[in-house]
């Protein structure tokens, strides 16, 4: 009973809970390790068809340090750590589920901020919480889960971090502290990839031959999840040999047959483009381009594109270095830095020969998510003549990095501090010329000059398409607050908003047989200024509600999903 009690308490009064902290929940004596395996029968109705999980996260933490609780008092749902590691429920639904989405929307991000007395900096440090929202017959089963990365099973053995995360780094042990040599040592586990974290909490995919994995930036944060129970299956094990560069980007590029990613090399500045056939753990190096600045690193490359022909390879000012990436202080801009004197590139390769068909120079950016991108012909001879890349663009804008410091999302209220964004559309022509565009898309107070978490109609993945969904804004605001709708061929917007809200990443589900770009829906989850969550559908033509499911509990904010269709 006092477990029932307890784990009631912890789902259904988040706004309570929210004054306390999830070490005070934690190190709550009434736990014990019995109950901890328990799985809790609840009567509450939201829960009529699954049981419920409580588990503790961290059960010895200590009192935290006073700023942070003020922090979080204060703060919104949005950026509180999840309040148990896992949980699994029915959620009643307003409005009416359509008949033909049946399949799971699964969501990776950040959930958890703090580890023993150790509260993390930024918002990517957070350990890998996913979400999911099964949609069964007009009904709805949720549950969410932090995924048992050795990142997070040695923070929570050790009670402390014990790996590299975005931004923070491992205190040096004791006996480190006067060994000499510890410096050399300490390259040594980065170069090998060894004290990097595989914390997969950028993403989550669903390769063709149905194996679900989460990502993050580092190759070993590649994890395989079972996306109905949510467990972590394992390691996914690159059998390849190309692990040891160590990193690449968080966003593949994966259809039913394929999945493209890039691989940035730190050491002969460049990208490896390798292609994995889906059923197959290889990746074959396609090709490489050199990175064309005179700059030590590469490009930081979060995300790429690529038309039916090509793939494109962003060289973003905004540089891997690797003095930041050997420091153990956060600096400025993390593990990066910013050189927009050494120019801005994208070069394009052919996905069949693997040769650069052009490589150009173009205004400094900074992107983290690219929208898609296709090939035009000018020339109505069937051979393309340019290519037509857009991207979430924060107007070249390093600010935005430190607008996701914690601290910076818990402590500003209405204040209107959230850098502008637009989407930045690429004209790269293929025709030898040295030079590219980089213009508006679509006018930016349109959408209130916030521009990012994008999705599109996956159908039109490398093609001519004219519906971008993302996160926009309702201005003043810290972050971006807004759903949006932005037609790029008419130039139109919709915005959907509630007063109060952090939604995160538009997800749009595309209806079987539909013949119109926009006829599907729209899947978010939000998170409340009351400490509450939802899940919300939009209709994609309309963008209005078509239905809504609250969960007991607050959720933070979240950041990549994808989409399982049931068989
Ligand atoms: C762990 C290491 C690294 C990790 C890099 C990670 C985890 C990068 C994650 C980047 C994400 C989640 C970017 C998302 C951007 C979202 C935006 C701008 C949203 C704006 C508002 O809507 C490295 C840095 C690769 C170094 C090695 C260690
Ligand atoms: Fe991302």
Redesign the pocket.
Known sequence: MASLITAKAIMSHHHVLSSTRITTLCSDKAIDNQQRKTKLQISHRFFSRRTISAAVINSASPVPKKETVEDERRCHVAWTSVQQEKWEGELTVQGKIPTWLNGTYLRNGPGLWNIGDHDFRHL?DGYSTLVKLEFDDGRIFSGHRLLESNAYKAAKKHKKLCY???SETPKPSRSNFKNPFSGVGEIVKLFSGES??DNA??GVIRLGDGRVMCL???QKGSILVDHDTLDTIGKFKYDDGLCDHM?HS?HPIVTETEMWTLIPDLVKPGYRVVRMEAGSNKREVVGRVKCRSGSWGPGWV?SFAVTENYVLIPEMPLRYSVRN?LRAEPTPL??FEWCPNDGAFVHVMSKLTGEIVASVEVPAYVT??FINAYEEDENGDGKATVIIADCCEHNADTR?LDM?RLHTLRSSHGDDVLPDARIGRFRIPLDGSKYGKLETAVEAEKHGR?M??CSINPLYLGLKYRYVYA?GAKRPCN??NALTKVDIVEKEVKIWHEHGIIPSEPFFVPRPGATHEDDGVVISIVSEENGGSYAILLDGSSFEEIARAKFPYGLPYG?HGCWIPKH
């Open positions: 990517f590299r995360e975005f990097l974290t909490n950028t993050t930036e580092t990193i968080a979060h990436l993390y593990k983290f998510h935005i996701l916030a990012d978490m996160c972050f971006p950041l």
